[in-house]
């Protein structure tokens, strides 16, 4: 069965940093390019970044370029996403998403930038 | 970057009724080579994560009632729900997968008459 499952979310101080996973099985994760997706609460769907399947090519939203860094792990089936000096507005739902091939969605994690 | 546009913002039909929204893109979507419109549409509820319902457009994800189905080409899509059910009640989001950022539209507040 094709799954994604992100972890990591949590309540983290402005200015600070947070990493989140995606663990993806049911598909040879390395041939298919991955991404993040973000939710703030009441709001609508905002792409956040993509990366390649052999992470050589990666593009990012510019509300995030230079604070958030994608990477991905094919020996471990992994996305992450590090996201620094996080800001009240970075607080979302994120979701990891593949775009190709099959579309699909993870249940997402959530994220609150709160003192 | 592709600016994806909904309308209308929202829309209240009667149970039974035709719910129709409309995307349309910035930019074409369509890639010659396989003649495919890269262009998703998903449904959400609150509290949930987004279920894709069409993709490549026009086509069906398994399990999605044939009630649902969309059309177009090029820059200029609809989704359609031919006989609106309680249960369609949801946010309709478009969303093009043809380049990086892959943008979505705004979405469609579907409710009931």
């Known amino acids: 069965e094709v799954h994604l499952m992100e972890s990591g979310g949590d309540l983290v101080q402005p200015g600070g940093s947070l990493r989140l996973s995606c663990a993806a099985s049911g598909f040879i994760f390395s041939d298919y390019a991955m991404n993040w997706v973000r939710q703030a609460p009441g709001e609508g769907l905002e792409w956040v970044s993509a990366i390649s399947g052999d992470g050589s090519n990666i593009h990012y939203a510019d509300s995030v370029r230079g604070r958030f860094t994608i990477s991905r792990d094919n020996s471990k089936n992994t996305l992450y996403l590090q996201m620094n000096n996080l800001r009240a507005e970075d607080t979302a739902v994120y979701y990891c998403a593949k775009f190709q091939g099959d579309l699909m969605w993870g249940q997402g994690t959530l994220v609150t930038v709160s003192s | 970057d592709i600016v994806m546009t909904q309308s209308p913002d929202s829309l209240a039909v009667s149970l039974g009724e035709r719910a129709t929204i409309n995307c349309k893109s910035s930019q074409g979507v369509l890639y010659s080579y396989n003649n495919k419109n890269y262009l998703a549409w998903y449904q959400q509820k609150p509290g949930q994560p987004p279920k894709l319902l069409m993709y490549?457009?026009?086509t069906r994800e398994s399990g999605v009632p044939d009630r649902f189905s969309g059309s177009g080409s090029g820059t200029d899509f609809t989704l359609t729900i031919s006989s609106l059910r309680a249960e369609d009640v949801a946010v309709y989001y478009c969303?093009?997968?043809?380049?990086?950022?892959?943008?979505f539209g705004p979405g469609t507040k579907v409710d009931i008459k």
């Open positions: 490549w457009a026009s």
């Open positions: 969303q093009q997968y043809y380049s990086p950022p892959f943008t």
